[in-house]
């Protein structure tokens, strides 16, 4: 059986991964693939986004009634990360290495701590009150990239 917590969980760990792949490149001031690799974790990270904006959470407040708990703060959590992401775009144009640096470090710490609040209090609640979480995995799991270009 399919986990609500279990799959978003490791699609957390999967974003992880794409972060800690953008760091050596800026390091080694190889914006080419710094912006390769940039592109790809905002890709992803913002296809998670959608899978619990458009499909988990949705699923999730009409269940429990809880419109403004743990939803609601975990979308202004998504809205500062992509301001981030805004902010990135605009180094990464100006080849702004410090500046990059920076963004990422902040990425990474709000990154880590929207994740353990979702993989500590939503995701449990997700799954304990959704008896069709096998269904909502089934949705996320064919719901396409469509940030990926």
Aim: glycine content about 4%.
């Amino acid at each position: 059986m399919a986990h609500i917590n279990t799959y978003m969980t490791q699609h957390h760990r999967s974003c992880d991964h794409l972060l800690v792949e953008a760091e050596g490149p800026l390091a080694e001031g190889n914006w080419t693939e710094f912006s390769h690799a940039w592109s790809r974790f905002e890709a992803e990270t913002l296809h998670h986004f959608d899978l619990e904006e458009e499909i988990l959470f949705p699923e999730f407040e009409a269940k429990t009634g809880m419109t403004s708990g743990p939803t609601m703060v975990m979308r202004q959590e998504h809205a500062q990360v992509r301001a981030l992401f805004s902010q990135m775009q605009q180094a990464i144009s100006e080849q702004a290495t410090e500046r990059a640096m920076g963004i990422v470090e902040s990425t990474m710490l709000l990154i880590q701590q929207h994740n353990m609040k979702e993989e500590q209090i939503l995701y449990p609640m997700s799954d304990a009150h959704l008896a069709n979480g096998q269904d909502i995995v089934a949705q996320m799991e064919a719901k396409p990239n469509a940030t990926l270009s």
